[in-house]
């Protein structure tokens, strides 16, 4: 059997790829141009984490072009977002992004150490991420507006304001602080379990493993210490914790696309699949008569199959092998083997071996 590519236009990922990431520049690039309300606030000292950022998103995109074009992901997308777009979807996807992100009750689920430490991370990284990216993509600045009075301005819009010492500008101006305090616990109780579980300890590799969660204890620490540099040691050391901070994120936003990671991001374009599962009708099995899968799920695979001329019909017949359930396409391919009848109760019929390692009607036998 032949292997056959995605598609017949070979620079069909280098084509989307380039638009994608144009389109993705584009945003960006206006995104920065009303947030900084035309370049009035721009930030030098973040100049470095700005084109970190940007080439973040570059990557990214080009990472999630490739993903998406495998014919299973593209078919699932296609179909995932016709239906988000009903109302019953729209409230499934605000229902998954909830449980999945907000609770992640997957993992709640496993063990309750598992997702505590998992919840300290995952938000510790989320809500750096939002802090991060609207100073460095100047979406948001403070202006002084009297004295020891800041203003909060957001797209060059004016939010709120507060006093330079105040409770809130505590926890505002050190939100990442308190974000850096979260991911630093929640990676050290990883590193613990994965120092002191047999499975883990079996399974893990240093550069997929260990690599991600020490580089982000790196960044919450110099982070953190620049912090203490400006607070308590008069600014002492702080062009050198500020160089080495910034060589972490840097090193990190480049990681991003293809490492760990990853998942984060694709948690979030995953939403589709519970919906796709959950909202179409079940499909029985041919053979006992299970529910295994959806209908639409089932048609999908089909047409993927038959799009890459990977498809197995049971000859003579309208069935393929993928509409029976996992274990009765193990017991067909057994009896298969050994050239005995094989009936699917669920779709009165019988089959027999056809010589080429697949399956077609019975002689004799109607459909």
Partial sequence: MNYYPYEDDSFLFSKKSARNVFIVLVVLFFSIYFGSEAFGYFDTALYGYLWATILCFVLLTIRITSWTLRPPTRRLWKQGIKMMFSPKGFMFVVKTLYTNIVEQRFIRKRTLYRWAQHMLISWGVLLSFAITFALVLNWLHFELVEPKVYEAVVFGIPLFRMVADSAVA??????????????????????????????????????????????????????????????????????????????????????????????LPLRFLAVMVPMYHEMNEKKQCARCGRDYATAMQISDVQTTLANRHLSTPIDHTNLHFSDMCADCRRVAHRLGGYGAKIELGQAHLIVEPNGKNGLQLKKGEQR
Avoid at 214 to 222: E, G, W
Avoid at 227 to 252: C, D, K, N, P, R
């Fill in 170 to 263: 505590l926890a505002i101006y050190h939100g990442l602080n308190w974000t850096g305090i979260l991911t630093i616990i929640g990676c050290g109780m990883a590193l613990y379990r994965r120092l002191t579980d047999q499975k883990k300890i079996v399974e893990q590799s240093q550069e997929y493993d260990f690599f991600p969660l020490f580089l982000l204890i790196a960044i919450s620490i110099t982070g953190s210490l620049l912090t203490v540099s400006a607070i308590w040691m008069e600014g002492a050391f702080y062009l050198g914790i500020a160089l080495a901070h910034q060589v972490t994120v840097i090193v990190f936003l480049l990681y991003f696309p293809f490492s760990k990671f990853w998942h």
